[in-house]
């Protein structure tokens, strides 16, 4: 899988600097999970953070105290074994969602509970997310999603299926990456349902957005 | 890659202030704790980053004390992990701000699932072969990013100081500075791609 559609600089940055809304974080780390460019861009925006904090200008010495407490722990300290090994991710299982929404989803597609919203469109709401709003979407093949525009931010990955919008076409693994200033108009493509998980930081927002997404489908 | 005491010092003292963002300078001091547990270096390494990742840490609203106990706890698990540190990839700054803001993140924004996304995340690139153009921390990189950091624009500057030092999201920014949305993400977007640059950049 190698995606054409990327994050956002300013996405990559934020979560370098540990400043994306869990929400959105959580899709720009599925992104990463695949994308070996924009792990490469995550690195670069992590050297920037190093720099900054080596740059910082810092009182002389650290306290005594602190030196001496820290150093009567380096006596003690066991060195960590080496990095315990992750779970390889299962590119190669099509029933395997990427391992940073196995929290919040679970790890399969199969094993997925939907809850239909309107006719064709399926719905799952990350529960444990205080920070932004975390979903996963289905929508059935060849369907129009009413013009919409975005309050906020709003990051949404392809996980199965496509769509076509004025961006592109969206396949598994691309992400689009937008904000308040866009309004599109995405179309799934026929065949296959489309499978996304989207991310928004706005959550006063959330019911409209959801209802604006969701309402004219209901009228088709 | 081994360094006496007595190059140490040498190097201190003939590169002056350079020395202390000198990448390789500090790479040094790391190999040394790693292969030998040498405390002096790691001493070293805790006088120089101990004050500013305090610093950092208070900047992100974390309290004086909790801030000690997590500067504290990222020193000691850069002592205990040294075998982990790779020079070739991860400046030693990068790899403390690394501990450091994931330190913040899983204690003060309270976000349990942070840690393993991102240790998934760091746990995968290194599983990757070094591409030349993603090896970003060569030693001559910092002062070309430096250099860039210095070159940026005011308002550039500022929202990476925002996003680096306060971890104000984009929607915060924005509405900090009553700026539209879309553009602070543009100015981030052509600030990281000026600093990018400078880094990947050809000697």
């Known amino acids: 899988m190698t995606p054409r559609h990327h994050l956002d600089e300013a996405t990559i940055v934020g979560y370098a600097a540990g400043a994306l809304p869990t929400a959105l974080a959580v899709v720009a780390a599925a992104h990463l999970s695949i994308c070996r460019k924009c792990r490469e861009s995550l690195r670069d925006a992590e050297a920037i953070g190093g720099l900054l904090l080596a740059q910082q200008q810092a009182p002389a010495v650290p306290s005594t105290t602190a030196r001496e407490a820290i150093l009567a722990q380096l006596s003690t300290a066991q060195q960590d074994p080496s990095r315990k090994d992750y779970e390889p991710v299962r590119a190669n299982d099509p029933d395997a969602l990427p391992a940073p929404l196995h929290r919040y989803f679970g790890p399969t597609f199969s094993a997925l509970r939907w809850r239909m919203v309107a006719p064709g469109v399926h719905r799952i709401r990350a529960t444990q997310i205080t920070n932004g709003n975390l979903m996963l979407l289905r929508i059935g093949p060849g369907k129009s999603v009413p013009m919409h525009s975005h309050q906020g931010n709003e990051l949404t990955m392809v996980l199965r299926g496509s769509y076509v919008d004025a961006l592109g076409h969206f396949s598994p693994g691309d992400v689009a990456d937008l904000d308040c200033d866009i309004t599109h108009q995405p179309i799934t493509s026929p065949g296959l349902a489309c499978i996304c998980v989207a991310a928004t930081d706005a959550p006063l927002r959330f019911d409209s957005w959801a209802a604006r997404m969701v309402q004219p489908l209901i009228k088709l | ?203």
């Open chain 2, 1 to 203: 890659m081994k360094v006496t005491p007595l190059e140490a010092k040498r190097r201190v003292s003939t590169t002056a202030n350079q020395s202390v963002f000198d990448a390789r300078y500090w790479s040094n001091q790391m190999i040394a704790v790693a292969q030998r547990r040498d405390i002096n270096g790691f001493m070293h390494i805790y006088d120089y980053f101990a004050p500013r990742l305090q610093r950092y840490l208070v900047g992100l609203g974390v309290n004086e004390a909790l801030g000690q106990e997590l500067v504290q706890e990222a020193m000691l698990r850069l002592w205990r992990r040294a075998d982990l540190f790779d020079p070739t990839r991860a400046s030693l700054s990068t790899w403390l701000f690394r501990i450091a803001r994931n330190l913040y993140l899983d204690h003060v924004r309270s976000e349990p699932t942070w840690l393993p996304i991102q240790e998934g995340v760091a746990w995968m690139d290194e599983q990757e072969v070094c591409m030349s153009e993603s090896m970003t921390e060569s030693y001559t990189d910092q002062a070309k990013l430096k250099q860039a950091i210095s070159e940026l624009s005011p308002v550039q500057a500022r929202l990476v100081r925002m996003s680096y030092f306060e971890a104000k999201s984009h929607s915060e920014i924005a509405q900090a500075l009553g700026m539209p949305l879309g553009s602070v993400k543009s100015h981030l977007r052509r600030a990281f791609c000026k600093l990018q640059s400078s880094m990947r950049a050809m000697p």
